[in-house]
């Protein structure tokens, strides 16, 4: 059975930062592309940044270039992301979602597990 489980939500201020974590079992971790997405109340699920199956591709939404990386460790089977210069808009419940042999693809169409999400909320 696969599970993932994310970590490190909470509340923080503007500008602040957070790092997230997703543990993964139950599936090859090396296999996967990780990637995250996110969604506010209201709003559709969008995709915040991902991490091809062989670590060497890194892709990210335009909103969290240069302020969110995204980072995994194989021997842990754990992927990371690193929010930093937050701000309220990143207000969502964060997923962290795997895709077989993937390359960072933005679609939530291609990940075919999913974790249930770690509340982040950044404050004014």
């Known amino acids: 059975q696969v599970q993932l489980v994310e970590s490190g939500g909470g509340l923080v201020q503007a500008g602040g930062s957070l790092r997230l974590s997703c543990a993964a079992s139950g599936l090859t971790f090396s296999f996967y592309a990780m990637g995250w997405f996110r969604q506010a109340p209201g709003k559709e699920r969008e995709f915040v940044a991902a991490?091809?199956?062989?670590?060497?591709?890194?892709n990210y939404a335009d909103s969290v270039k240069g302020r969110f990386t995204i980072s995994r460790d194989n021997s842990k089977n754990t992927v990371s992301l690193q929010m930093s210069s937050l701000k309220p808009e990143d207000t969502a419940l964060y997923f962290c979602?795997?895709?077989?042999?993937?390359?960072?693809?933005?679609?939530?169409?291609?990940?075919?597990?999913w974790g249930q999400g770690t509340q982040v909320t950044v404050s004014s």
């Open positions: 979602a795997a895709d077989y042999y993937g390359l960072g693809s933005p679609l939530i169409h291609e990940y075919r597990y």
């Open positions: 991490i091809s199956w062989g670590a060497k591709r890194t």
